[in-house]
């Protein structure tokens, strides 16, 4: 569910997976093509991580799709939180329903590597896609991309607000 980019100084580490499944992602986070950025051990881009435990509601804010460095739309987590197997638990909710689909094309060559990923977690609600571009120059020095949203085929593109954060590290 990881893809790592490194060259030289320069790492990458990127979410390309799905949430686990309902019962095991108590601890999961919606953060779907969020990433961070690393210049040896200077951390550049980085995501909100997990709070201490017995901070209930920073533990629910930290899951959240606007804790980490990736495109939000219309401030809805890329997934929903819920009880699905009517256990709770103090870790929080269940994902119930969050990105299904989460191709990824890489590729390496001397210039750098690059990775394309998209997600579906927004397809339902609002028939849009996420594709994120990256590309780690070989030099490792310099992080590029780009975010896409791509409408479903035959749908309308929905007039809806987006961000996309990057939590640059203090």
Excluded: M
């Excluded at 990127?14 to 953060?31: E, Q, V, W």
């Excluded at 191709?103 to 896609?129: C, N, Q």
């Amino acid at each position: 569910g990881y893809q790592r980019l490194e060259a030289h100084e320069g790492l990458v580490i990127i979410d390309t997976g799905p949430p686990p499944p309902s019962l095991f992602s108590r601890r999961a986070h919606a953060g779907c093509l969020s990433f961070e950025f690393s210049l040896g051990r200077d951390r550049i881009v980085a995501n909100c991580g997990a709070p201490v435990a017995h901070r209930p509601s920073l533990w629910a804010s930290a899951r959240a799709t606007a804790a980490h460095s990736t495109l939000i739309l219309d401030d809805v987590s890329s997934c929903a939180f819920g009880t699905q197997s009517g256990i709770k638990s103090w870790f929080g909710d269940e994902i119930i329903f969050g990105p299904r689909d989460v191709p990824v094309r890489r590729e390496e060559t001397a210039l750098g590597i690059s990775l394309v990923a998209s997600h579906d977690g927004y397809k339902e609600r609002f028939g849009l896609i996420h594709e994120r571009s990256l590309v780690l120059h070989a030099n490792g020095r310099r992080l590029a991309g780009a975010d896409r949203l791509i409408g479903a085929p035959g749908e309308t593109t929905p007039d809806v607000n987006y961000a996309i954060r990057f939590h640059i590290h203090p």
